[in-house]
């Protein structure tokens, strides 16, 4: 076959789009190039690593669950559903903490003693459980960088907890250490020190306290409260606060006497509240 081109000449060649590069643009290329190789080899290095990490996620999730046993798994130690936590939350701050306070507070204290009681009760509670999970927080930080890697592993160790919350909340908090926050508080407030049955009521409303925040603590999502709220004077408005005890008017000076409740809706992408704070008016104790 003849070039179709030959007519024209040898010296005839086809019209070139090549552009002759300068130095600088071929260093520029290069360069571009190079970044280009190490961007390649370090998505494949990251895809290896997270691999081993997903890897090593499944084995410790096995690991754990093969340290628990299936006769742990009684219908009295069963977690409570979401609702069910909710309902037991309000309970406890509009059941059983009014009536302690109905039955040693009332007639003994001013308002300042009132609040000392719960913070110091929430205080114990929350110090023992961030002092316990902040070691496994660390060690998971110290371990996996990757943030959705630590969630993931931090979901799957409280998912497991909650298979057996009653045995890990006994073996976390021992009996006489109830009795030692009892007996700060006594130090403190002396509500009828002397009788037996006082004291004793006062572990059991710990106990209790303990349970609820335990169950708040190891829940996904994690339920918060913030107890820096108590004992802050606000003025009174039933859109954003409850009434502990006594009739308040809106606009009246109040004191904070129990938290509320958080948890975050990943939905939502908001922090939500499952209860109200909980106020006295600031004058209560002087009036009555």
């Known amino acids: 076959m003849v070039d179709k081109y030959s007519r024209y000449g040898n010296n005839f060649s086809k019209k070139s789009n090549q552009k002759n590069l300068t130095s600088h643009e071929e260093y520029e290329i290069k360069e571009a190039m190079k970044k280009l190789k190490q961007e390649k080899n370090k998505n494949i290095s990251l895809k290896k690593e997270n691999n081993e990490l997903y890897n ?12 628990i046993s299936v006769h742990q798994k009684s219908k009295g130690n069963s977690f409570p559903s979401f609702e069910t936590l909710k309902n037991n939350i309000i309970h406890f701050l509009e059941i059983d903490c009014l009536n302690f306070f109905k039955k040693y507070l ?15 009760v929430f205080k114990f509670c929350e110090n023992i459980l961030k002092n316990h999970f902040m070691k496994i927080e660390e060690k998971l ?11 993931t592993l ?19 908090i021992k009996e006489e ?3 030692e926050i009892m007996k700060n ?3 403190t407030l002396e509500i009828n020190e002397k009788n037996e049955r006082v004291n004793t009521d006062i572990i059991i409303f710990i106990k209790k306290a303990m349970e609820i925040i335990f169950q708040c603590y190891i829940h996904q999502p994690k339920i918060s409260f913030d107890l ?30 129990l ?6 809706n990943e939905g939502k992408r908001i922090e939500e509240f499952i209860n109200k704070e909980k106020v006295m008016k600031q004058e209560f104790f002087s009036e009555n």
């Open 106 to 120: 009332y007639d003994e204290f001013e308002i300042e003693g009132v609040e000392f009681f719960y913070k110091e």
């Open 228 to 257: 820096n709220k108590i004992g802050v004077i606000v003025y009174f408005n039933e859109i954003k606060y409850e009434q502990f005890f006594g009739d308040i008017k809106r606009g009246e000076k109040c004191r904070i006497i």
């Open 141 to 151: 930080d110290l371990k996996f960088k990757d943030k959705n890697v630590k969630n």
């Open 259 to 264: 938290p509320s409740f958080t948890f975050y």
């Open 56 to 67: 090593e996620i499944l084995i410790l999730k096995s690991n754990i669950r093969s340290h």
């Open 177 to 179: 250490k109830y009795g």
């Open 185 to 187: 508080i006594q130090n």
């Open 154 to 172: 931090d979901c799957i160790l409280k998912n497991t907890f909650q298979v057996d919350w009653k045995r890990l909340m006994n073996n976390l």
